[in-house]
């Protein structure tokens, strides 16, 4: 079982480690402030005060054990780019940071993180797609120009088969799953028929999927 270290417990770093142990990992939480890390202990398996910048203190909590390294500093680029490369230094086989801007995104690349997040970016996009449409559910973006969604059927998909749909030739966009109720369909048939209320997760260029919304 992957075991993760998160370094900054504000309010990002905290909902991360809160939500990694839920799930059933094991998550040590780092932060140089002691509140901090008195109001995250109980909620995680470890929890310790260092500053992210402290190598010495790093080597000896034994980061470089842990799978996955996620550095949630946000206010503090030092601290944040320090972070990530002593991690990364250190041996953790992925690093994954949070970055304030572009340019500090690409500095973290640049020494080595893995994937870099920006979290209140990707939210805002998240709620502005729901807002412009009400069937769309969530969004996921994996590359500059294309994203994964969730949408609901649309009324007059139900009972049509994909074939029937042509989702790929009226919109540009492919359909990975659909979701019915509990059920969750992997591997969709063209044959396959659209239930009223079903999620469909579809993968396309921005464009196309801004025009699958607007409709």
């Known amino acids: 079982m992957k075991q993760f270290v998160v370094i900054g417990c504000g309010r990002f770093g905290s909902s991360v480690a809160k939500t990694l142990c839920k799930l059933g990992y094991d998550v ?16 995680v398996t470890h929890a310790v005060q260092a500053d992210a910048i402290d190598e010495n203190a790093l080597r ?26 002593l991690a990364k230094e250190m041996g ?8 304030q801007n572009e340019l500090h995104a690409k500095v973290l690349y640049k020494i080595g993180a893995h994937k870099v997040i920006f ?15 009400s069937n769309i559910l ?21 009972d049509k088969t994909l074939r029937e749909l042509k989702l790929p030739s009226i ?16 591997s ?15 993968i396309g260029d921005n464009a196309s999927l801004k025009k ?3 409709e």
């Open 28 to 43: 040590l939480a780092i932060d140089k402030d002691p509140d901090k890390v008195q109001e995250i202990a109980e909620f």
């Open 60 to 85: 000896t909590i034994g980061i470089r054990n842990f799978d996955v390294a996620v550095v949630t500093i946000g206010s503090d680029i030092q601290s944040s780019i320090m972070g990530t490369l």
């Open 92 to 99: 953790i086989k992925k690093v994954v940071a949070k970055a």
């Open 119 to 133: 979290p209140e970016r990707d939210m805002g996009i998240r709620v502005a797609h729901n807002l412009v449409s």
């Open 138 to 158: 969530d969004v996921i973006e994996f590359a500059p120009d294309y994203s994964i969604i969730e949408v609901v059927a649309k009324d007059d998909w139900t």
């Open 171 to 186: 919109y540009g966009v492919n359909v990975m799953a659909i979701k019915t109720g509990d059920d969750l369909n992997i």
């Open 188 to 202: 969709p048939y063209a044959e396959d028929v659209i239930k009223k209320g079903d999620t469909l997760i579809v």
């Open 212 to 214: 699958l919304e607007q």
